[in-house]
């Protein structure tokens, strides 16, 4: 699966927790993304990252940050988990622009 | 508004038959337009990569298609087998922004023996 690696694979978790999805890689690539894949919708963007400390908002930001310190991890966060959030969220990396974007294998998350 | 649609949304078919999935965008300018495959509980996994200038491509089993004029693509497989079953997804490439990239919901195609 392209050295990518999320944790944890399944989380139940309160509404009004917060939440970290961990994304490992082992390809130093440049670009990381975070998707939340919900029945009926494509993958939705929520942030993605162009290099270490270098990260913005994709389309579906509101609730979730995200912070890459180094290259090889992407943290997102959710701040206060809702119901809403219950998704199934999936990291994807990138060598460059036009090179097709490499999955993890998600990480479902269930918001009670 | 930038948009993809797939269809159908699911297709059951018989082991070895063979299949066309379709993708209809409304994306412009246009850069290009990759086919994913989705097996259950995976992530998304490249077929493909359309571009503009490009008509058909295959890999394999699979041979994608592009109209551009009509704004079309289609995912054909040839003589399917049970490892086929799997969602298929269509994204297009927004030319003006490298990370902007527009999903289709994709198709669910199931292979039954």
């Known amino acids: 699966d392209a050295g990518i690696t999320q944790s944890p694979r399944h989380k139940v978790t309160e509404t009004g ?96 | 508004k930038n948009q993809v649609e797939q269809s ?17 965008y409304t994306v412009s300018p246009f850069s290009n337009l990759r086919w994913y495959k989705q097996d259950t509980g995976r992530g998304p996994v490249s077929l493909t990569i359309m571009t503009f200038s490009e008509n058909t491509k295959s890999n394999g089993r699979y041979t994608a298609t592009l109209d551009a004029d009509t704004k079309q693509s289609s995912l054909h497989i040839t003589a399917s087998q049970l490892s086929d079953s799997a969602s298929y997804i269509c994204v297009v490439s927004h030319m003006d922004s490298n990370y902007q990239l527009i999903w289709g919901a994709g198709t669910k195609l199931i292979i039954k023996p």
């Not at chain 1, 961990?22 to 998707?35: G, I, P, S």
């Not at chain 1, 029945?39 to 990260?55: A, N």
């Not at chain 1, 890459?68 to 966060?77: G, Q, W």
């Not at chain 1, 206060?80 to 036009?98: L, N, P, R, W």
């Open chain 1, 17 to 112: 927790t917060p939440v970290t999805l961990r994304c490992h890689q082992t390809e130093n690539h440049r670009y990381m993304y975070w998707y939340r894949q919900d029945p009926g919708h494509g993958l939705r963007l929520i942030h993605y990252s162009y290099g270490v400390k270098d990260t913005d908002k994709g389309e579906v930001s509101d609730g979730y940050s995200v912070s890459r310190s180094k290259t090889e991890d992407f943290l997102l966060t959710l701040e206060s988990a809702t119901s809403s959030q219950t998704s199934v969220y999936f990291c994807a990396i990138k060598a460059g622009v036009d090179s097709p974007l490499h999955f993890g294998n998600g990480t479902r998350l269930t918001v009670t």
């Open chain 2, 8 to 24: 159908p949304q699911s297709l059951i078919i018989l082991e070895g038959k063979n299949c066309t999935l379709q993708c209809n």
